[in-house]
């Protein structure tokens, strides 16, 4: 019995079935036992068509009906998860970042036929392999180093994408108001940490991997690239932090230097060709890998980061697509036909009432401060293309909804109508605030102007509205407005203005706090502001007059003009096509550098030289700097 075991090999004897080993110890002894072969366990044979169809219909489907059921169950998760982001940014309103939910709608193709192609060449893998194999066995010889599967499934990861795509989808579903504050104003920086620690994990890796190349411990092949990747990642995450911390653009930076990325990927290849050669390892540099893979990911989430964050830079290319991503399929009703003035409506306001919410769909917004001690709206509607009972019933089903609490909420209510069926009747809004409080404002609106006259707000204000004019008149509080089609006006603001119009002329009189202004065509005009000045048009004229502190001016196509007999910062204004016209101060403490690609350079102003097509020259204690650059005719005049 002993002989007949040692005879077998172990897995054999492993593997026969207990009837059989009950056969041999019933031989008699001296007589040897006919050897039967061990039962061989054929794997169920799966179709590729099948698998196929069902990752088709279902992603995921397709790796669970090959038994990879982590696989299959994280695209499924990362699919919904992806879902439920998308209808979390994109109810937050219209303060959207239409960037990030382009690439979240674009995700999902992208994950969908992504499944279908690993079905597909999961499936022609098992073909290949031969029944009594499972499709996890690795095809290797023994002694090439770490095993490499056909199929892997993900490890620790698929925990940790359980547990935090979990709570996130538990946030998403919730929306607590912490998360949109954090969103807001912390996800930048956590971006720009997350890169960090991914680039420095990935540089550190393969440095550790070199190590254990040179001491003869590790076998596999060098993949070129993934150094460039973490300095990538790394490169990306470090200018994002600056801009979220100081109020900087270094990201636009980016622009300029994306170059460099071939050539860190050329330097590391001939780095590891070189270090190979000195080690005497030259096969091994030889047979070193391009990372393309791992490359172009780093390469398309740097890119997915600069498009979402630096979206304000392409406002007026976003805008062109839509502010909401609805409002393309809208018919607005104008402001004639059947008029219908709705009997006003008082809301409440409590103690702990600290903002003002109102989301509207087609009409003007008007809002000023009244000898009221309740919020009062009046609401006339307009509904044209219709008259008599088929209007007046149009407007009894138009309405605004109020919710009522710490943040109150007015929303319109329309009823469309048409051939169509989509065309809104316009719902003009005249709302009264009590003089005795103040509120944080956020106004919305598809199509229509927005109006502030004499409000004041506890800290911000932010106004948008598709198709419509802004206009703020004694206003106390930092306004954020955007327009995709009409003017803005400001005047007598105290506080900060950041407002940005796709087609339009902007004019701002008498800002107290920084002013930023931005349109893709229209002129600007900002006169008597307190604080720094930034204001930029792709196709218009620009005016400034009395820019006290800190000033910067660009034209892609247009002129600029600034006269100021104050000259308390750093100035830098430039102009692609356009005459520059510049109206200093003859006393200050300032220094001038400029320059004229094909103008003419001209000046009255003492102590400033003109060399061929650059201008330059110091006044009192040269403290600040105005920089002027430009195609055009340049001329510095005293005020």
């Not at 026969?16 to 366990?41: D, T, Y």
């Not at 956590?190 to 440095?207: P, Y």
């Not at 605030?433 to 800290?459: C, H, K, W, Y």
Request: proline share 4%; with cysteine; hydrophobic share 45%.
């Amino acid at each position: 019995m002993n002989n007949d075991s040692e005879e077998l090999p172990v897995e054999e004897e492993q593997e026969q079935p207990q009837e059989q080993n009950e056969e041999q110890q019933a031989s008699p002894p001296g007589k040897r036992s006919p050897r039967i072969p061990p039962r061989v366990k054929r794997r169920p044979r799966k179709h590729k068509f099948i698998a196929g169809l069902l990752a088709a219909v279902l992603p995921g489907t397709g790796h669970l009906y090959f038994g990879l059921l982590r696989k299959g169950i994280s695209f499924i998760f990362i699919i919904l998860l992806d879902i439920a982001a998308l209808l979390y940014f994109s109810s937050i309103g219209m303060q959207i970042n239409v960037p990030l939910l382009i690439i979240l709608a674009l995700l999902i193709p992208v994950l969908y036929f992504y499944n279908v192609f690993d079905v597909l060449q999961l499936a022609d893998r098992r073909i290949r392999l031969p029944e009594d194999q499972t499709p996890t066995q690795a095809q290797v010889p023994k002694g090439a180093g770490k095993r490499r599967a056909f199929v892997t499934e993900p490890g620790i990861s698929f925990g940790f994408l359980l547990l935090f795509g979990g709570a996130m989808l538990v946030f998403f579903r919730q929306k607590p108001a912490w998360l949109q504050f954090f969103i807001e104003h912390y996800a930048q920086a956590a971006t720009a940490l997350v890169l960090l620690a991914i680039g420095l994990l990935l540089g550190v890796r393969e440095i550790v991997r070199g190590l254990s190349r040179r001491r003869g411990k590790d076998n596999r092949r060098r993949r070129v690239g993934r150094y460039t990747a973490a300095m990538l990642l790394a490169g990306i995450a470090v200018p994002l932090f600056l801009d979220w911390s100081g109020d900087t653009d270094y990201m636009l930076l980016l622009l300029k230097w994306w170059p460099v990325i071939p050539v860190l990927w050329g330097l590391e290849l001939l780095l590891i060709y070189f270090f190979a050669r000195r080690s005497g390892r030259t096969q091994a540099g030889a047979r070193a890998r391009l990372d393309l893979r791992g490359l172009l990911s780093a390469v398309l989430v740097a890119a997915c980061v600069f498009i979402v964050a630096e979206q304000e830079h392409y406002l007026h290319l976003w805008n062109r697509v839509s502010l909401n991503l609805t409002a393309a399929a809208v018919d607005y009703g104008e402001a004639e036909g059947s008029r219908f003035e709705k009997p006003a409506i008082a809301v409440p306001v409590e103690l702990d009432t600290a903002k003002l919410s109102i989301d509207g769909i087609n009409g003007d917004i008007l809002l000023h401060r009244a000898a009221v001690e309740d919020i009062e709206i009046v609401t006339t509607v307009w509904v044209d293309q219709l008259e008599g009972a088929m209007a007046e019933a149009i407007s009894e089903q138009s309405f605004i909804e109020v919710v009522e609490g710490p943040t109150i909420k007015l929303i319109s209510k329309s009823k469309a109508y048409g051939d169509s069926g989509k065309r809104q009747p316009r719902m003009d809004l005249d709302i009264s605030l009590p003089e005795d409080r103040r509120f944080n404002l956020e106004i919305r609106t598809m199509n229509g102007r927005i109006s502030l006259q004499n409000v004041e707000a506890i800290e911000n204000i932010s106004l948008e509205t598709g198709n419509g004019e802004l206009v703020l008149h004694r206003v106390l509080g930092n306004v954020k407005g955007k327009t995709l089609n009409g003017p803005v006006r400001a005047r007598m603001l105290q506080g900060s203005a950041e407002l940005t119009t796709s087609g339009g002329d902007m004019d701002a009189w008498d800002v107290t706090g920084a002013l930023q202004m931005t349109t893709a065509v229209g002129n600007i005009t900002a006169t008597r502001s307190g604080a720094e000045v930034e204001i930029s048009s792709k196709n218009g004229n620009l005016d400034i007059n009395e820019a006290r502190s800190k000033l910067k001016a660009e034209s892609l196509n247009g002129g600029i003009r600034v006269r100021s007999p104050y000259l308390e910062g750093d100035w830098n204004i430039y102009s692609a096509v356009g005459d520059i016209m510049l109206y200093l101060p003859a006393e200050g403490n300032y220094k001038i550098m400029g320059s004229s690609g094909y103008g003419n350079i001209v000046t009255d102003l003492p102590g400033l030289v003109i060399d061929k097509k650059t201008i330059s020259g110091e006044l009192g204690t040269g403290e600040y700097q105005v920089e002027v650059e430009g195609n055009s005719n340049l001329n510095v005049s005293e005020y």
